[in-house]
């Protein structure tokens, strides 16, 4: 399935948001749903996203007719193919991650030929 980075970058926030939302539940049974707009809200605020709100609500309404959300008393969900998408991005995120992780840690153990340029 073809997405945009758009729907991607949202998806990928709404998986992150839910991650830090149930971070002290992990232990128990339990996980936490947020609305539409409480999302909404807190991406706008976050300053991060630089989209209107109403381009916000469009991307979830595309999000949701892909089969990627769905809304479970007003609440947001993720489906089945939706998880398998947020894991494929963080998957791909966590390999640039990991890059450049390795590169602030590790120092090169011989000397490499390097040029000046101007």
Same mark, same amino acid.
């Given at each position: 399935?073809?997405?945009?980075?758009?729907? #991607?970058?949202?998806? /990928?926030?709404? @998986? =992150?948001?839910?991650?830090?939302? $149930?971070?002290?539940?992990?232990?128990?049974?339990? &996980?936490? #749903?947020?609305?539409?707009?409480?999302?909404?809200?807190?991406?706008?605020? !976050?300053?991060i996203? +630089?989209? &209107?709100?109403?381009?916000?609500?469009? $991307?979830?309404e595309?999000? %949701?007719?892909?089969?990627l959300?769905? /809304?479970? $008393?007003?609440?947001?969900?993720f489906?089945?193919? @939706?998880? &398998?998408?947020?894991?494929?991005?963080? +998957?791909?995120? $966590?390999q640039?991650? =990991?890059? %450049?992780?390795?590169?602030?840690?590790?120092?090169?153990? =011989?000397?490499?030929? +390097?040029?000046?340029? !101007?």
């Open positions: 399935m073809k997405l945009t980075k758009t729907h #991607r970058l949202i998806l /990928y926030a709404l @998986g =992150q948001f839910y991650l830090q939302l $149930n971070q002290p539940l992990k232990e128990k049974p339990l &996980q936490l #749903r947020t609305s539409k707009i409480a999302f909404i809200t807190f991406l706008l605020h !976050s300053g996203i +630089t989209k &209107q709100e109403r381009a916000l609500y469009k $991307n979830l595309m999000l %949701e007719e892909k089969n959300i769905s /809304y479970d $008393n007003r609440m947001v969900k489906t089945e193919l @939706g998880l &398998q998408i947020l894991q494929k991005i963080e +998957t791909e995120i $966590n640039f991650v =990991q890059i %450049e992780e390795h590169f602030k840690k590790e120092k090169p153990k =011989q000397k490499l030929q +390097t040029v000046i340029s !101007s």
